[in-house]
């Protein structure tokens, strides 16, 4: 038995050694075979970036572009995702959409964690009244259900697209805040914390310098999910009306203009809700992935 | 246990109140005045709009609006719709057992689907079974509610002519027409939350599984019907309530869209409807009852909990 052990590691190390290119390439597999569903989700999230990223530069054929002669036709070489009821090139306005859609999900991400993050930590690492006020604010916004929050706040500010990626940003808030402060009450008493109060770090430099890093897991986590929950929320907002305005469009509203068409031209409705659906299932694979990784104690 | 309620609701009185303050000052510093969005008509003098804005109140200063609204509220009057001039309270209370229906019918499917699911997909981990599952639950959970309320009209009421595709017939007008109505828009909202409610029943029977008295049980002899049923889903429950009244707020955020795409004449379409028209009323009563019915969710998880936990006492 000793001799199979000393020899497992005499033969791991000598591996090591020789061939670290080959070793990192064998961990990344054995890493894909066990996060299938995460590089499943990376994947979906790259090829959903480069195509709206790259798309509309390809693409020849302007996505507002009206054709009076090719109204609702299906699918065809042509055009490769049909037509809607004005002649517009599906695909053109689906690679174009997805720019505002992915725009007011990184956006509203992106404000959420940068007001949700600090208001967390300064939270959870001073306590007394100013956590007591921050928390309360955060039962308050959390008391309302999201949705018809985001509705509320669009409703009283006017509906259009920057209303609706505030909006987002509102409702998204406080989830990190109260993510953030949870792990911050937990680290504030851990030893490396206690070690650079004992050599006079001041607080900021603490939280900056010895929180902040130990938090970036959990923030980037978060905010996959979040990106994904607010690219739904702008879908679901522009849908309603009450977000992207016209002539704009974003895959929500592509599909609230081409859902009274729904009997004669059904791929003006089922093409841009299917790119919402792949999106958000790739970024929630990818933040569940992630989380997995990082904290295998919480492995589903 | 009594004691423990009572604090419960207190507690709730100042969040409600401050909330209540909060939107109204939020519709009051909307920019728009509703004075114009009510006389559309150009021909409205500056006279009839002041007599009009005076006659609502909203010449007065902001708090002293805020102090009678509540004063009225309380009284279970919340103002008047700018819209149809019609009591709000009225308004949402015609529209509430839509709504209700909507929202039991959705949670009773969602929790008889996700529970026994979920704790196939653990009992059966890392097999087939449970990959379906749980691919299914991924699905679902990305799965924007109106574009799966779009491809169920279309397959069912567009091409199968199986169900209507829209509309409401309330229930003491004919319960058969009502349910026939209420599938379609109920498969909607279920979705999502089903595959929330799946995602943690599996978890929470996953931990429970690995727990000891679970093996102690097993090493007694108990079949393993009674032994899932008796032992590991009374303890896996907990989490479960949890998440099935936490997310009661997607639930009523998912009827805000289900009413609008099958045409329900719910509060969650009034609140849209309230938005598109400044209704501020209205948008304002709304809010605070989805606010309300949240909290009361919240509270009811809370008593269920010492139902399944007997080691969980209030007092």
Redesign the interface.
């Known amino acids: 038995m000793d001799r199979l052990a000393a020899a497992g590691i005499r033969y791991r190390t000598a591996h090591r050694r020789r061939r670290p290119f080959a070793r990192a390439l064998a961990a990344a597999r054995r890493g894909a075979a066990r996060h299938r569903?995460a590089c499943a989700g990376a994947a979906i999230c790259l090829g959903v970036v480069i195509a709206v990223l790259a798309g509309p530069s390809l693409d020849r054929n302007p996505p507002d572009a009206v054709h009076v002669s090719a109204l609702m036709l299906p699918p065809s070489p042509a055009s490769w995702l049909g037509t809607d009821d004005l002649g517009r090139d599906i695909l053109s306005r689906l690679l174009a959409g997805g720019r505002i859609s992915l725009g007011v999900g990184l956006t509203a991400t992106a404000a959420a964690a940068v007001v949700g993050v600090p208001a967390g930590m300064v939270s959870g690492f001073w306590r007394g009244w100013v956590d007591g006020a921050l928390m309360?604010l955060m039962?308050?916004l959390f008391?309302?259900?999201?949705?018809?929050?985001a509705?509320?706040?669009?409703?009283?500010?006017?509906?259009n697209l920057t209303n609706a990626t505030l909006a987002i940003a509102v409702v998204a808030m406080p989830q990190f805040a109260r993510l953030v402060r949870g792990q911050v009450l937990a680290l504030r008493e851990a030893e490396f914390v206690q070690a650079a109060r004992a050599v006079g770090a001041r607080p900021v430099q603490i939280l900056r310098r010895h929180l902040l890093p130990n938090l970036l897991g959990l923030v980037v986590v978060q905010g996959t999910l979040t990106v994904?929950f607010a690219i739904?929320t702008e879908?679901?907002l522009s849908?309603?009306?009450?977000g992207v305005q016209p002539p704009t469009s974003s895959w929500?509203s592509m599909?609230r203009y081409g859902?009274p068409f729904?009997?004669q031209a059904?791929w003006a409705?089922?093409v841009p809700?299917?790119a919402?659906?792949?999106t958000?299932?790739g970024l929630?694979?990818l933040g569940d992935g992630i989380r997995d990784v990082l904290d295998p104690h919480l492995r589903? | 246990m009594a004691r423990f309620l009572l604090h419960r609701m207190l507690v709730t009185v100042p969040v409600l109140l401050f909330l209540s303050i909060g939107i109204f000052s939020m519709l009051h510093l909307a920019p728009g005045d509703p004075v114009t969005t009510m006389l559309s008509d150009d021909l409205a003098s500056p006279q009839v709009a002041q007599t009009l804005r005076h006659q609502l109140g909203l010449d007065r200063p902001v708090y002293v609006q805020y102090g009678l609204w509540l004063d009225h509220a309380l009284h279970g009057d919340l103002g008047y719709s700018y819209r149809s001039k019609s009591r709000v309270s009225a308004e949402v209370l015609a529209r509430l057992p839509v709504t209700i229906e909507l929202t039991l019918l959705a949670m009773g499917v969602a929790v008889l689907t996700a529970l026994p699911l979920g704790t196939l997909a653990a009992l059966r981990r890392n097999t087939g079974v449970d990959a379906v599952i749980s691919a299914g639950g991924a699905l679902g959970l990305a799965m924007p509610a109106f574009w799966l309320g779009v491809l169920l009209i279309l397959l069912f009421a567009v091409r199968l002519h199986w169900l209507p595709p829209s509309g409401y017939v309330p229930p003491w007008q004919g319960m058969g027409a009502n349910l026939r109505l209420m599938i379609l828009p109920c498969a909607t909202l279920a979705v999502s939350y089903t595959a929330v409610v799946l995602r943690i029943s599996r978890m929470s029977v996953l931990d429970v599984v690995k727990a000891d008295y679970i093996r102690t049980a097993r090493a007694k002899g108990i079949g393993e019907p009674w032994l899932v049923l008796r032992h590991v889903l009374r303890s896996a429950l907990i989490p479960v309530i949890t998440v099935v009244a936490l997310e009661t707020g997607r639930l009523l955020g998912g009827a805000v869209v289900t009413e609008t795409i099958f045409a329900l004449p719910g509060i969650g379409r009034l609140a849209v409807d309230s938005v598109l028209d400044r209704d501020f009323p209205v948008l304002q009563a709304v809010t605070l009852f989805m606010a309300l019915a949240l909290i009361a969710a919240n509270l009811l998880a809370d008593v269920l909990y010492a139902w399944a936990d007997p080691r969980i006492r209030y007092g």
């Open positions: 569903f309360r039962d308050l008391s309302v259900p999201t949705m018809v929050l509705i509320a706040i669009v409703g009283v500010l006017g509906p994904s739904l879908a679901t849908f309603l009306g009450l929500g599909l859902y729904l009997d059904p409705a089922v809700g299917a919402i659906m792949i958000v299932l929630n694979l589903t």
